[in-house]
Structure formats: structure tokens, C-alpha cells
């Protein structure tokens, strides 16, 4: 789906959820492949049996695309990715935990570029136990309506 979302008709405290998505083990596999990280924390299960965690767990940066992944639901054509800022990895996710994302809009400022400003996405990604496991600042560099 495409929209126009100009920085005036961001909020801030304005809320929206992503669906679930779980991880799969060939989530992993293919993602230790693309990326190069064959830690054995996510590839060898006999070794993570002697780990605090007892299993393997999900690359954070797996987790991390993932959930920007889900909140991809729709293209803001006035819009784009600035940076992100703040990521950090709470908790572990393991094969078989489905994850969803809450995005909150955190702060909006203008640009020093004139017409657009930036807008403060805080992106929280949780587990089937509503558990926090990922969080991270998304910014997005937004067209200004009346420029």
C-alpha cells in the first residue's frame, strides 16, 4: 500500500502494531550465510547445550531486520530511512518465538535541509510473551506538506 504522510500529520504518542512473524531455524541458517556469523552461539545446538541459554539463539542482527521487516507494511512515498540510533538486544530469540514490533512516535524536529523534517520512530520488538527483546530509535527524513 502507498501513502503521503507529511511530518505536519505525524503525531507524537501515536502507536501502531505489526503482525507476528516466527523465527525459523532456516531464518538462521540463511541468515548466518548472507552475513558471514557462523558463531556456534546460533549455529551448533550440542555446544549451546553447555551455554546459560541451553539452545541456540537468533542473531541480533537477524532480529533486528526482521522486525523493521514487519513494519514495512505500507510506503510512505514522502519519506525515507535517515539512520537508526539506540539498538540494543534485550532479550534472546530462539527458533520458534514469533515476534511483533510496537511503533511508537517518540520526537519530531525540523531538518536543516528546508522542507523536510525528521521524525523519531522508537521501534520495541516483543516476543509471544509480550517480553521486550529488541528495541531501537528509527528516524525518518519526512517532505513537509506546505513547502
Not at 14 to 40: C, L, N, W, Y
Not at 59 to 81: C, K, R, Y
Not at 110 to 117: L, N, Q, S, V
Request: proline letters at 3%; one cysteine or more.
Amino acid at each position: 500500500m502507498f501513502v503521503k504522510k507529511y511530518f505536519e500529520e505525524f503525531a507524537l504518542n501515536d502507536v501502531r502494531h505489526t503482525k507476528g512473524r516466527t523465527v525459523t531455524e532456516t531464518d538462521i541458517v540463511i541468515h548466518a550465510g548472507q552475513s558471514g556469523d557462523f558463531f556456534p552461539h546460533h549455529m551448533d545446538e550440542e555446544w549451546c547445550k553447555t551455554q546459560p541459554f541451553k539452545k541456540r539463539i537468533a542473531h541480533g542482527t537477524l532480529i533486528f531486520t526482521i522486525a523493521i521487516g514487519l513494519t514495512a507494511d505500507f510506503v510512505n512515498e514522502v519519506s525515507m530511512t535517515y539512520g537508526y540510533e539506540r539498538l540494543r538486544f534485550i532479550k534472546p530469540v530462539f527458533i520458534g518465538d514469533t515476534i511483533k514490533v510496537s511503533i511508537t512516535i517518540k520526537d519530531k524536529k525540523d531538518h536543516k535541509k528546508p522542507g523536510f523534517g525528521l521524525v523519531t520512530e522508537l521501534v520495541e520488538c516483543f516476543n509471544q510473551q509480550d517480553e521486550l527483546v529488541m528495541v531501537c530509535e528509527h528516524i525518518l527524513l519526512v517532505n513537509k506538506k506546505d513547502v
